[in-house]
């Protein structure tokens, strides 16, 4: 598979064939997109008039993205070109603005060709082009209809020039057909299967990403011609930028790095765009860059940094004309925009590196919907306060955060609760949360300062699921005859092994269970697939042995809040571990848990913890999650929990 990627002008276009083939869906450019292109030519072109203090020697839009073809046409002849994968909406736009002007520039001895376009769905599309049937609004199809319009629209936007539209004409005119100052479609050349790409692309599984349409653009050497070449200086000082490019690129391919930021994955080489995703929320606050209504636009972020650039080679422009004896680098503009990235990237590093900062952002980061947004907000906080003892402060602000959280997830419409009245039923999302929070607290003052909880681990293996420590008795689980069939054979093992520990009279009882058990087990026939013949006596079996085990293991002791759906007896575990623990008894959880993490699951600390009652001061049988152990791991969280809120404002 080859892909070239360049930058190639409207000019260089000429004299080719484009084949548009049948799905791609047709021409759908509206009043908007097309007047803000026109509008853009225009600007550019007025900017361009003064050669000697513009910036940029060509102005670039959206990719096009093509591969050669060889195709009939309606009389039977081989045409040779290329077919549009990505990008026939503008092609489509630029192919209608060449044809509005022809008559101008025939008038005025402007001599170009068009470039040709052929439409597969569309058998007569060449006598339709051919004799301008587009001037007139056409209603003979959608396809038809939609290209008429935009030429409508064409030709309404150069008649509300009034008195400046032959000015405005030669302007757009001559950016389009020179070579010089001109205007470029960033051209993804490539041979791979075109309904494939065309797939990838439309689902947002794009190999034409926003950073690498943002690196071609803005270390485009180009620009900075000086006759026929660029001069060395600006080469290697724009060599010097991609290397750091490519550093940072690499740094964010460390999973513990990107994790820390990012709740899902992204292909490695595409990384470097959350870097971008921030500044976008900058450069296009209150939409003053790209304004759309609902559905934000493909390539956003490309387009935000396009429009900011312009800006920022705007600026420069007038600056250097108010400047004429400075002589100021032109690659200001470039330095503008490298210079916010570094400084958003290395405020990154400092988070990551930093003990609390990690862990508290961290947190924050992997609980939030909208990590970016928070990550903004944060950003905006530090460049604030960029001295040491304003950096001090903030991580207080942070921690008062944390704790008001933390005290929000304690609230239910207007009533505030305990930590105890969290219930599996009604609060997963805040019994989640705390969870969370109290596993990531747990890294932050051991004995090892270089410890870090792995936002990499538990992120990658989704670790949201809320585990009973106890055994429930979840009503799914009677639907699953594998399930069901492991739980009979483990917890037949495990009551052997619970009977050595029990007084007679309860051993009794365990072996009247485990009976019941291996009789059931008995008649169950694989082959002959009979689940459905004893799942009603499974459940009955399922329900006693639960309720048993509590009796053996709880004895009489008694509490006054719900000992099984609450803080005292949950846990954080990925959704896989959550099926295979399959409301086994809390011995025989310990023991799957380890052969989970012996295959390379990871367990979180604190619920590992859990399971071998390292919060209890004196456990006595380990088989057991008695009264005592519920209230040591429960006492172990509300102490984390309510030193933070404390600090809450």
Known sequence: MKTKVDTISVSGLLDKNFFIPAYQRGYRWDKQEIEELLDDLNEYAEKVKDRTNTVSNFYCIQPLVVKEKNWKDFEGQTISGYEVIDGQQRLTTIFLILQFLHDYAEDNNYNYKIFNLYFETRKNCETFFKNKEFTKIVMTNPDYAHISRGYEVIYNWFTSKGNEQNKTKQNVLERLIDTDYDVRFILYETDEDSIDL????????????????????????????????????????????????????????????????????????????????????????????????KTIPKHYIYIVFHKYFELKKNEFSTYRKANKKLKPDPLTPVYTIWNEVKEIFTLLLEWFSDNEWYHYIGYFLAISKEPIKVMFSLINSFQASDDSKGKIQLKEELKAQIGNHLKNCLKENDKVLNLEQLNYHEHPVQLINILTFFNVYSFLYNNNESSKFPFDLYKKNSITSLEHIHPQNPEDMLNDEERCIRWLKVHKKALDSLKSTLSPEKQVLCESNKKRISDLLSLYNPDKKNFNDIKVE????????????????????????????????????DKETNSALNNSFYDVKREILKSREKDGIYILPCTKKAFSKYYSDTPKEIEFWKIDDRKAYFDSIKKTISSFIEMEN
């Open 198 to 293: 065309f797939t990838r692309l439309n689902e947002g599984k794009i190999p034409l990403t926003d950073g690498e349409l943002i690196k071609a653009e803005l270390l485009q050497s180009d620009n900075y011609k000086n006759g026929e070449e660029v001069p060395k200086d600006i080469i290697v000082k724009l060599n010097n930028i991609a290397a750091e490019w490519d550093k940072y690129s690499c740094l964010l391919q460390d999973d513990k790095l990107w994790y820390f930021l990012n709740p899902e994955n992204q292909k490695k080489s595409e990384r470097i765009e959350i870097l971008f995703k921030l500044l976008t929320l900058k450069w296009n606050d209150k939409k003053v860059l790209v304004n759309y209504e």
């Open 538 to 573: 499974f459940e009955k079996v399922f329900s006693d042995v639960l309720k048993d085990y509590r009796t053996l293991v709880l004895g009489t002791e008694e509490i006054d809040y719900d000992i099984d759906d609450n803080l005292f007896n949950l846990a954080l575990v």
